[in-house]
């Protein structure tokens, strides 16, 4: 009997040792799920997913690569846009062996298209639910894209609260820096540095009389009000303001009014000023201005350089028409050249590396 209870005495410590290191486990675990539902209720949800990412470590291996969100709207331009993410993501990868030894993994999510006609307070409710979903991610690095400027700026403040990076490659409203974000950061310069240098370009041109026409989204009035002031402060003048619209027959019924009307000759202004969150309207505009015989100078803003524009108004329309653009083609640097070759290397439907979100 007493050898018998002399060989369990072992077992017993041992069981008693395992059952503190699994108390010990627990209480850990449970430590961390109280400090996981402060932080939730806190809305920090980037520290809430590096604990819940821990806690999962203790229990298994897991892909450690980290996350790029790419937002694209399908506008006909994303194909771009995909490819030089897949491109800078790639190069990160094979060049740079990662992010910290970590490898980058881009996956892709669409957002509805923004016109005026779809209404702010719908755009800004499905971003807000959009972002918040994205911000989630798990192993979530940054997030790039969201084309439109009203998108950019709500979802902005999401990324912000939950200490994602977020760096907007389209937008351009001057509210998307006015706050300051610690992890918001602009790539375009803004509307107000992008009306200024257009309406510089057409002082210097020699044009002083302009009808400013623009939809009414704040990007499309935010960029006509930028306009008018560079331009009038400089002593030239507005003939008339008017509004864009996405329906083709107002588009004519505008042109029209524009060629005939009591207020102001033909002769009375020497160029157009257009601004326009759609591609749809402005090209519209552009080639139904053309066919009507009004071959005065169209001025606008950065998506004047646009492949798609020149697709649906016409590449013989699209004379006589200027914006503003960060791309100089008179760079001839290696950089330059090694960076077109490589995009343009790029097959469109290339998607390797990448992953769409449902």
């Not at 990007?219 to 009000?225: C, I, T, V």
């Amino acid at each position: 009997m007493q050898e018998s209870i002399a060989q369990n005495e072992p077992e017993n410590g041992t069981v008693k040792s395992r059952r503190k290191v699994w108390i010990a486990v627990l209480l850990s675990a449970a430590v961390i799920v109280l400090v996981v539902a402060v932080l939730e209720a806190a809305g920090v949800t980037s520290m809430l997913n590096r604990l819940t990412g821990s806690v999962t470590a203790l229990f298994k291996d897991e892909d450690d690569s980290l996350t790029i969100v790419a937002v694209y709207s399908e506008d006909g331009q994303q194909s771009n846009f995909l490819r030089g993410a897949e491109m800078a993501v790639s190069r990160v990868n094979e060049n740079d062996q990662g992010v910290l030894g970590r490898k980058l993994n881009l996956k892709t999510i669409s957002e509805p298209v923004y016109l005026e006609d779809r209404g702010l307070e719908t755009a800004v409710e499905d971003t807000l639910k959009l972002s918040g979903r994205i911000a989630k991610t798990k192993n979530l690095l940054a997030v790039v894209g969201h084309e439109w400027s009203d998108t950019a700026v709500t979802a902005s403040s999401i990324y912000n609260l939950n200490d994602v990076l977020y760096f907007a490659t389209h937008a351009t409203a001057d509210s998307l820096t006015n706050h300051s974000f610690d992890t918001v950061f602009a790539l375009q310069p803004d509307n107000s540095t992008n009306s200024g240098v257009v309406a510089t370009y057409a002082l210097k041109s020699g044009l002083r009389r302009f009808i400013v026409l623009s939809d009414k989204t704040d990007y499309g009035m935010e960029s006509a009000n930028f306009f008018m002031a560079s331009t009038t402060t400089a002593g030239a003048d507005i003939v008339y303001r008017g509004y864009l619209s996405s329906n083709r027959q107002s588009t004519e019924q505008l042109l029209m009014f524009i060629l005939d009307n009591q207020l102001f000759k033909r002769t009375d202004f020497d160029a157009l000023f257009i601004v326009s969150s759609s591609l749809d309207a402005t090209g519209d505009f552009i080639k139904s201005a053309r066919e009507l015989g009004l071959d005065v100078p169209i001025l606008g803003m950065e998506y004047m350089f646009s492949s798609t524009l020149e697709r649906l108004a016409g590449k013989k329309n699209m004379k006589n028409v200027a914006g503003v653009s960060l791309f100089d083609r008179d760079d001839i640097s290696k950089d330059a050249q090694a960076f077109v070759s490589d995009f343009g290397s790029l097959r469109t439907d290339a998607r390797s590396g990448c992953s769409a979100w449902l």
